[in-house]
């Protein structure tokens, strides 16, 4: 034989899938290899014996009756699916099956015995590599932590294709883990502009409508009695009082107007002591220059992405899982 004719079988061959097909109430199968979706049928009827005057015939999937009349769908189907060849004026019934349908339980065809599960996937490779794109991460991770032997052996690849394969897998697998950590980045980054453009607001309020002075009702005492005189509303007050860190429940606007205070005015309107009205002013100024730098921050990470056209991929961080 040729080399040429060898070559050409083995075309042929990849071309071709595997499949089994039987009659709806005949417990015989039978293993044929057809290329496209009407070769399948003839080859169905030369098998199965069927009379010409039954025919044409309809090829249906045996676990449920599905209907298989679309080249392309037939295509996307694994190796050895199970047909089941209806005649003319057959239907297909789960109930027609119950007397001839042991074999899709027993342990003669591999496929549908309790095969582990790498072998499946494994098989789906075999027959098509863009099925790697349909694949879960932890179908991934399954034929990545396959023994290379083992699974050069199922594929009928050397081990040094094995390995390329397992590689290009791994890839798939950290770009899919790259891509979420961008995900969760681009998450943690709109949620800081909001928060940003929610302090801003509070810290802007001041400059842009400054809030009036309250009147102060004179009461006949001099300037120097400061129990008379306060620019703090009763409800800054109580939250003063009442609140175990009253600083952390004020916006900046009240907590500027704390600080500029008097110590004896701010002690002798709360009921307190000189020095611990002086202690709550100085918590009020550590956080409202805490919240200055955050805006600050923000700030400067919303000019410098405003700088970058794109966001380099590689300058995101990115955890390579191990193989």
């Known amino acids: 034989k040729s080399p040429w004719g060898t070559a050409e079988r083995q075309v042929m061959a990849a071309r071709l899938k595997r499949c089994v ?11 044929v290899a057809a290329s496209c979706l009407r070769e ?19 090829l249906v999937l045996a676990e449920d009756g599905t209907i298989v009349d679309d080249e392309d769908y037939f295509l996307c189907l694994p190796c050895n699916t199970k ?8 239907k297909w019934s789960s109930k027609s099956l119950d007397s001839g349908t042991s074999w899709l339980s027993e342990s003669g065809d ?38 290379r032997s083992d699974l050069a052996e199922e594929l009928a690849q050397s081990e040094t294709k094995t390995r390329v394969l397992q590689d290009t897998l791994q890839q798939v697998l950290d770009r899919r883990e790259e891509e979420r950590q961008s995900r969760q980045l681009l998450e943690l980054y709109l949620e800081a502009l909001k928060t940003e453009d929610s302090i801003l607001s509070k ?17 006949g005492t001099s300037s120097t009695d400061t129990s008379a005189t306060t620019a703090l509303s009763n409800q800054v007050l109580a939250a003063l009082k009442e609140k175990p860190a009253p600083e952390l429940c004020l916006d900046s606007q009240d907590l500027e107007l704390v600080l500029k205070e008097d110590t004896a005015a701010l002690a002798s309107a709360l009921g307190w002591d000189k020095q611990k009205a002086g202690a709550l002013q100085e918590a009020c100024d550590q956080e409202l220059s ?29 955890a390579k899982r191990k193989k």
């Open 21 to 31: 097909v039987r009659r709806r109430d005949g417990p015989e199968q039978h293993g």
């Open 83 to 90: 047909f089941v060849a209806l005649a003319k004026d057959e």
């Open 290 to 318: 805490k919240r200055l730098k955050q805006v600050q921050t923000l700030r400067s990470l919303r000019s410098t992405s405003k700088g970058k056209k794109t966001l380099p991929w590689g300058d995101w961080p990115s």
């Open 203 to 219: 810290v802007a309020e001041p400059e842009a409508a400054p809030r009036k002075e309250m009147d102060v009702v004179d009461t």
């Open 40 to 58: 399948l049928r003839d080859k169905a009827c030369n098998v199965l014996a069927i009379d010409k005057a039954r025919e044409p015939i309809t």
């Open 110 to 147: 591999e496929v549908d015995s309790a095969a582990e599960k790498w072998k499946q996937l494994a098989r789906q490779l075999k027959d098509d590599l863009s099925n790697i794109i349909l694949m879960s991460e932890e179908d991934l991770q399954v034929l990545i932590d396959v023994p």
